[in-house]
């Protein structure tokens, strides 16, 4: 207990952090960092405190204000507002994750989806009798602008079922790359048509 009385003892606390940044209009092209070490000082029973809230301490916020021109995460801000919530402390350094940030603008696409008819395969002796439908006929992405922009304009879809003599009714999916970082308003698309028979020519 005399031990705990002393002061100038370190001690490294673990503590959760969060960036605040507009997320409707950016988007981070690397993992945020989510917590910090801090290196801070003082008597034991304070250190000894801390160490047992941190277990649920709420997070630290760190606010970008301009995330087109954050480039890294200002450690003496960080600082600042640490020394705020450790008032009986002394906060020797903040070691993050990383102190990078990368955001990009995010924007969206409307992308209009087109079935490849004439590829469609009919069994000899029938035909498409009806229009195709698709739905959705257009899908949205959104993401940071470098991705958005590799998307193409118009998405075509292959009807992949051989020799079709049947009403056609199913769900196929939009040939889209998966990116974590892009946000697409369908993976599917429903494609309906109707076909028909061939009648053969009354003889003469």
Request: without cysteine.
């Amino acid at each position: 207990m005399n031990v705990l009385n002393k002061d100038n003892y370190s001690i490294k606390l673990n503590y959760p952090l969060a960036i605040e940044y507009d997320n409707s209009a950016f988007v981070p092209m690397q993992p945020l960092p989510k917590r910090i070490s801090v290196n801070v000082s003082g008597d034991g029973w304070s250190l000894l405190q801390k160490s047992w809230l941190n277990f649920n301490a709420n997070p630290v916020v760190y606010k970008v204000l301009n995330p087109n021109e954050a480039s890294f995460i200002n450690s003496t801000t960080l600082t600042d507002q640490i020394t705020e919530l450790f008032p009986n402390l002394h906060v020797n350094y903040v070691v993050a994750d990383t102190f990078e940030l990368n955001f990009e603008r995010k924007i969206r696409k409307i992308i209009p989806i087109r079935v490849d008819s004439a590829g469609i395969n009919i069994r000899e002796g029938y035909v498409i009798s009806s229009i195709i439908n698709v739905s959705p006929s257009l899908i949205s992405v959104d993401g940071p602008v470098s991705l958005i922009r590799s998307y193409p304009d118009t998405i075509r879809i292959s009807v992949p079922v051989p020799k079709i003599q049947n009403n056609f009714d199913e769900s196929l999916p939009i040939p889209l790359p998966v990116s974590p970082l892009v946000e697409v308003s369908h993976r599917d698309v429903y494609i309906s048509f109707e076909v028909a028979q061939y009648l053969n020519a009354i003889p003469q």
